[in-house]
């Protein structure tokens, strides 16, 4: 029952969008979306719950400052700019099991920039990055999936029986590391992580 839960979408309005949702909002805006109709989309398409009026002031907002980032306030610039939660966002993509430490690592390698694990969490999670199990299926890689199902379909296509073939099998050892919690981002599915039909056994 728990687990259920977990997959549901949060039913109340969120108060502060994140930048996926801004950029969300912005993109169906520019395609002539009416208010209720982006409302109604990002509850739909991206299990986001927003009113029109927060929809209505972040346009109101964006129109006059042109930015689709908050407001800086008074006091020290922040150290975070759009070119590090674009390496955040392009890394976490590539890799959705990394921890906001290694994120730290990278953007220091990357560009010098030094800020702290929780800073680097709440960009993160700004950006629309939200941890949930991990979905595994069959290991397929991704670009023998086509050819998979093209190969099906001609077998389908040509009622094959395979009454005069010979099935071999063959193994393959792979270490890789594959943990129970993993990000995704708003509005985007899990990404399916392959898993063997047997576990890895030492003998």
Known sequence: ??????????????????LSVRDRILKLRARQFRIKDIKNRLAEEDGVIVTREGIARFLKRHAFTGRIFDQPSG???????????NII????????????????????ERTGVEVSVANVA?????LGWRQSGTKYCQMVREVNKPKRFK????????RDSF?????????TIKIQRTLSRSMRKLGHARKQKGAPKHPYQVG
């Open 1 to 18: 029952m728990a687990s259920m839960e977990s997959d549901r979408f949060d039913t109340r309005p969120v108060k502060r969008f994140s």
């Open 75 to 85: 006091g020290r610039p922040p150290k975070l700019t759009r070119l590090h939660f």
């Open 89 to 108: 966002d392009k890394e976490m993509e590539n890799n959705d099991e990394l921890t906001s430490a290694e994120l730290r690592k990278i953007l220091y």
């Open 122 to 126: 709440k960009a993160r999670h700004r």
């Open 151 to 158: 190969f099906a379909l001609e077998c389908m296509k040509s």
């Open 163 to 171: 009454d005069n073939v010979i099935f071999t099998d063959e193994s």
